[in-house]
Structures are given as C-alpha cells and as structure tokens.
T-cell receptor
Framework: KNEVEQSPQNLTAQEGEFITINCSYS?????LHWLQQHPGGGIVSLFM???GKKKHGRLIATINIQEKHSSLHITASHPRDSAVYIC????????FGKGTSLLVTP | NAGVTQTPKFQVLKTGQSMTLQCAQD?????MYWYRQDPGMGLRLIYY???????DKGEVPNGYNVSRLNKREFSLRLESAAPSQTSVYFC?????????????FGNGTRLTVT
C-alpha cells in the first residue's frame, strides 16, 4: 500500500498569509489528488495532477514525481479557506492521507 | 445537476440492527465507491464498483455488503450493526476506476451505533 504522509497535521495562519501544505508518498503513482473538506463535512475535489503545476484562483498545486512529493499552496489566505485539506494518490485504489486541518484567523 | 446524492444524513442504530445507505449519481460515471472516515485516520475504502455490474472489496469490507443496482445507484448495507461501525460514510463516483479521474463525493452519512 502506498503510504501517504501529510504535513503539517494542523496549521493556523492569519488572514493574508501564504500557506503551504505538503504531501509525500512512498510508491510511484500516475495521479495525485488534493481534496478539501469543510467543517460541514462535504468533500470537494480541488486538483488532480500527474506532473508540474496547476492553479485555480488562489490555490496552486505542484508535484515532483521524482521526489514523490506534492505541495498545495494558498496565496492571500482568507478565513473561508479554513478546512481540512486531504492528499490522495492513485494506485489499486486511492490512498488517502490523514489530512491537514487549516484555520485562518481574521 | 445534483452530482452525488447520499441518504440518510444521520442515523442512530442499536447494535444488531440493519440499515441500507443509498447513493445515486447523475454524472454517468462508471465507478462508484463507499468510504468510511474515522477520527485520526484517512478515508478508507469499504467497497467499490469499477463499472456497472461489478463490485469488489476494498480495505475494510467486513460487516458490509453492497449492491450496484444500475449505473446510477450504489447502496451499502449493514446487516448487523456493531459499535465499531460508528463512523461517517461517504459515497463517491468517478468517470474511471483507478484514481486517474476526479472523485465526486456525496455529503456523507453520520452513523452512530449504540
């Protein structure tokens, strides 16, 4: 099974700060997913990437296949970004990290 | 466009009772999944259906059964609920099996077994 490690586990930031969440995995993959889970519980897919970088609004996801590492960046963070961010990697089935809980304070 | 619809949102069962969680998607996706989410653990796959007419066990299938009723619907049944099945359950779907297409999740079912 592909071991997926996320760091940090918890993160508190002030509004406007640049945020980075990291994800490392143990076995080569064909795709990596970043998901967002809001306090209400719903889970939405933010990105699916297999190489390079993707950007959507203030969110940027990067992946380094050789180093088996991905980062999710949030620029100009806002309290509405407060959520749990989950990394998942492809394989026999998706393997999920335990999530990074982000709190952005005004 | 409703996406993935999952019912019920909340359920409380006594040990030994049975129930079925319903899931339907309207995106014409081939693959559907049931996950459970427990505190301190990542989402874990219970069962999946890679395509209509097939179902397979995931990581934690014990105590559960599934039915892929048609391309749209995938239900999860607990035959005799146990306190260890207290969890939040998510149904999800994707265009293709194998993690190479985006997942779409239902809103979850919070199940408590007493």
């Amino acid at each position: 099974k592909n071991e997926v490690e996320q760091s940090p586990q918890n993160l508190t930031a002030q509004e406007g700060e640049f945020i980075t969440i990291n994800c490392s995995y143990s076995v080569g993959i064909s795709a990596l997913h970043w998901l967002q889970q809001h306090p209400g519980g719903g889970i939405v897919s933010l990105f699916m990437l297999s190489s390079g970088k993707k950007k959507h609004g203030r969110l940027i996801a990067t992946i380094n296949i050789q180093e088996k590492h991905s980062s999710l960046h949030i620029t100009a963070s806002h309290p509405r970004d407060s959520a749990v961010y989950i990394c998942a990697v492809s394989g026999y089935a998706l393997n999920f990290g335990k999530g990074t809980s982000l709190l952005v304070t005004p | 466009n409703a996406g993935v619809t999952q019912t019920p949102k909340f359920q409380v069962l006594k040990t030994g009772q049975s129930m079925t969680l319903q899931c339907a998607q309207d995106m014409n996706h081939n693959s559907m999944y049931w996950y459970r989410q427990d505190p301190g653990m990542g989402l874990r796959l219970i069962y999946y259906s890679a395509s209509e007419g097939t179902t397979d066990k995931g990581e934690v299938p014990n105590g559960y059964n599934v039915s892929r009723l048609n391309k749209r619907e995938f239900s999860l049944r607990l035959e005799s609920a146990a306190p260890s099945q207290t969890s939040v359950y998510f149904c999800a779907s994707s265009e293709r099996w194998g993690g190479n297409s985006p997942l779409h999740f239902g809103n979850g079912t919070r199940l408590t077994v007493t």
